[in-house]
């Protein structure tokens, strides 16, 4: 079975543009999450999307945005991109989040982001 | 909102030898996840082992086994046999069962990184 994938792997953008990455996960995971890595913060969650829907939210302003289609693809955005929102962005598929559902991220190898 | 601490920022052994690795956690759930992942310089998180605290039984996965202590609120990781393949960044995580309503998904540690001496 193939594993999470991620789009591009590198990417390198201007301040104030704005950036698409793109996650598939694994074949009948339906819950997709985003993580921002950075030396001085860490791994930091960003949102989850289930079924369509996003389900949670991490402490990050609405510049951070993502959207999940019926086939369970995921893709977030960034608009208006700050020097600080260099990072590697890595999305992670589980089975489900709900109550009683299997809890095993699966990650994806990321996308390194480098704004200039 | 649940914190992770990983109190070790470096920690070597030798090729063959055992460690430890340690994870504390602060919480006011009484269920949740607990996770070790490995993230080696590629860069690909890598989940080792994982360890539902309804369960007394400590979780082991071949050379890797976690001693939890839920009353403590402390996850340890013990690499049995150590390989060179073992060297890598490890992050202890948390994820709570109650989903929905303010931050959720998996809160790491800052990490731990692991060198094998050959």
């Known amino acids: 079975k193939a594993g999470v994938t991620q789009t591009p792997r590198y990417l390198i953008k201007t301040r104030g543009q704005q950036v698409t990455l793109s996650c598939s996960p694994i074949?009948?995971?339906?819950?997709v999450s985003w993580y921002q890595q950075t030396p001085g913060q860490g791994l930091q969650f960003l949102f989850e999307?289930?079924?369509?829907?996003?389900?949670n939210k991490g402490n990050f302003p609405g510049r951070f945005s993502g959207r999940q289609f019926s086939n369970s693809r995921s893709e977030m955005n960034v608009s208006t991109l700050e020097l600080g929102d260099s990072a590697l962005y890595l999305c992670?598929?589980?089975?489900?989040?709900?109550?009683?559902?299997?809890?095993?991220?699966?990650f994806g190898p990321g996308t390194r982001l480098t704004v200039t | 909102a649940q914190t992770v601490t990983q109190s070790q920022p470096e920690m070597s052994v030798q090729e063959a030898e055992t460690v430890t690795l340690s994870c504390t956690y602060d919480?006011?759930?009484?269920?949740?996840?607990l996770f070790w992942y490995k993230q080696p310089p590629s860069r690909q998180m890598i989940l080792v082992i994982r360890?539902?605290?309804?369960?007394?039984q400590n979780a082991t996965e071949n050379r890797f086994s976690v001693n939890f202590q839920k009353a403590a609120k402390s996850f340890s990781l013990k690499i049995s046999d150590s390989q060179l393949g073992d060297a890598a960044m490890y992050f202890c995580?948390?994820?709570?069962?109650?989903?929905?309503?303010?931050?959720?998904?998996?809160?790491f540690g800052k990490g731990t990184h692991l060198i094998i001496q050959p």
């Open positions: 999307y289930f079924s369509e829907t996003q389900r």
């Open positions: 074949s009948g995971h339906r819950s």
């Open positions: 360890q539902e605290a309804y369960k007394q």
């Open positions: 992670a598929s589980s089975l489900s989040g709900l109550a009683g559902g299997a809890y095993e991220q699966y």
């Open positions: 919480t006011s759930e009484s269920d949740y996840y």
């Open positions: 995580a948390y994820r709570s069962v109650y989903s929905g309503g303010g931050a959720d998904g998996l809160t």
